[in-house]
């Protein structure tokens, strides 16, 4: 019966399109159209200088992705089941096209180019699934727009993958995928010309006019509110626009200027909820090295000619309230909160149990830290790098608020309500609270309020109703070590004084997880409640 209630409150939640669009995607497979590939579109103006990717590609065959080395040996290596899948995923990318210093690697990634030709038959392999496939067009056209000559067999290849996606729209996934499968389209679209280019190109677009609304959040967040998926989707729309001055006359003024707009309010909304060493906070699915940072996406949009208007710093407290999340500011401390919902109903596959979690930075250096994401592998890491006790918010009855189970999967789901933000001149507070927890025996509810000044961060919980027990964790930036007498010590020497009081606290060896594939030893302060209410408060100079 558990595991019934639990399918039965993930799928409640999911579109028509994701039934009967999964059931298709399994038994409907189209026939290749291996036809010569449509002529080559001219541009009338050179791509933009695009965001520039990592260098994974390390020698002819050797790449670097999730932190972890292999070198490619043997046709059956892109699909080797001993490796990840997400690394094999990156594999079929070649983000390395366009990554630093890829005109040193252009013989290279020739080689790779016909060796990825002939080794992965359309159809079969990791590399023909629909998202890989959407990153592999948008990167070879990128890359013969950079001066780059894609040989004939590659414009075949090219133009097989493009009429093999177009039949594969992810609509069973919505979401990301969706917007990628949609951008790939309009790409290939816009790089090859007549009827057929023409229907990608209309397909492609008629997606974006549907998901730009759905996606991008009146306050300009990604409705995934995910930062790391965020930058990603934003890129994409940059990338977009790009392609649009490059063939300003086959999308549409009122097509592009939607674009733009959005990036607008993208951009503002990214530099919102970064730290102030200018990367993402970790929210839901998150890490460094995945997503461009803010200063990238920032200068790639000027060189595009977007307006990129920062966001007022003047203003202490910023509430996002579509995406659910706050930015506090006061001095040289920076609070940023989640009191939203987890994510889209239908689609949470990168959410976290995270609700009421914060993270919090002070004078540039980063303090309190939610503990990342390492790895897409459904297992128990995934679920607990997943849970709520990976997060700086109380767990009640080793129970984590939102039923995250599986790689991807929500069940029950905690809802946020009576937020609060109070300004006043010495410092500002911030309460909100969540049904997470009123799934359990006696219906606890979990309140939150974060009051931060110029000198002092409170953070204090209240549990309404019954409970058999709750823990608070906060989690410290590895760069913070813990001393006696309820002393933290920063980087640069300087010294935090913390206080508890109905709470027993905890010091215990933890992991933060900032990349994929990366593991990092940090301390966490496990605060245990011994009533219905605690308070924490971390003072500085």
Known sequence: MQRFLQYWHTLRHLKPVQFYGRLWFRLHTPKIDSR?????????????????????????MTFRFLNQDQTLSGVDAWNDARCDKLWLYNLHYFDDLCAVGASDRIVWHKQLIEKWIAENPPAIGNGWEPYPTSLRIVNWIKWSLGGNQLTNGALQSLAIQSRWLSKRVEHHLLANHLFVNAKAL????MFFQGLEADSWLNQGLRILAREIPEQVLADGGHFELSPMYHAIILEDILDLINACQSWPSVVALQQTSALRDAAQRMLTWLEIMSHPDGDVSFFN??????????????????????????????????????????????????????????????????????????????????IFVNSGTSTYKTGAQRSLERSTAAHNTVEINHTSSSEVWGGFRVARRAQPFAIECVEAETSLAITASHTGYQRL???????????????????????????SGAIARLYLHPSVKVLKNNILTLANGQQLRYSTNGAIVTIVDSVWHPEFGKNVSNTCLVLTLSGSESVFELQWS
């Open 36 to 60: 010569a590939a449509p002529s080559v579109r001219s541009t009338s103006k050179a791509l933009v200088e695009p965001v520039t990717k990592h260098q994974t590609q390390f020698g002819a």
């Open 285 to 366: 699915d998150a890490a460094f090295g995945i997503a461009p940072r803010l200063i990238d996406v920032s200068q790639y949009a000027k060189r595009l000619g977007v307006h990129v208007q920062q966001f007022d710093s003047s203003k202490e407290i910023h509430h996002l309230q579509q995406s659910g999340y706050i930015r506090a500011q006061k001095g040289a401390a920076v609070l940023l909160a989640d009191v939203g919902r987890i994510g889209p109903d239908y689609q949470p596959g990168h959410a976290h149990a995270d609700t009421l979690s914060f993270e919090f930075s002070l004078r540039g250096q980063r």
């Open 441 to 467: 025996v006696g219906r606890p509810t979990h309140q939150r309020m974060w009051r931060l000044s110029r000198g002092s961060l409170t953070v204090t919980d209240r549990i309404k109703g019954e409970l």
């Open 186 to 189: 309009v790409f290939a679209g």
